[in-house]
Nanobody
Framework: VQLQASGGGWVQPGESLTLPCTASGRRFSDYGLGWFRRAPGKVRKFVAT????????YYLDEVEGRFTISRDNAKNTVSLQMNSLKPEDTGVYYCAASSRGYYYTYDGEYDYWGQGTQVTVSS
């Protein structure tokens, strides 16, 4: 599976941004998917995850209620809708896929990673 994240950019606090991630390869619907981010000078951190069926999701506490992860298995895409963005949301965002199909917060459970897309929230 190859993953390609896009949609990053610069936005002001309070604005919204959607990050799509498109996958190539077979059996996309079997994979659990996740989004992680790396803030400047910090380690990569879990943000959101969704199970293979899309029925189960889980979020980092600080983004709960502001971010929504979704997937379209027919289009091989996973998206992260980010609302009410804050400066602390700044970072490089990565999409990832786990062949185990469930949803995971630990990055070691993911087998494939996209290249990352930069999100900057600043006034």
């Amino acid at each position: 599976v190859q993953l390609q994240a896009s949609g990053g950019g610069w936005v002001q606090p309070g604005e919204s941004l959607t990050l799509p991630c498109t996958a190539s390869g077979r059996r996309f619907s079997d994979y659990g998917l996740g989004w992680f981010r790396r803030a400047p000078g910090k380690v990569r951190k879990f943000v959101a995850t969704i199970s293979s069926s899309g029925e189960s999701t889980y979020y980092l506490d600080e983004v709960e209620g502001r971010f929504t992860i979704s997937r379209d298995n027919a289009k091989n895409t996973v998206s992260l809708q980010m609302n009410s963005l804050k400066p602390e949301d700044t970072g490089v965002y990565y999409c990832a896929a786990s062949s185990r199909g469930y949803y995971y917060t630990y990055d070691g459970e993911y087998d494939y990673w996209g290249q990352g897309t930069q999100v900057t929230v600043s006034s």
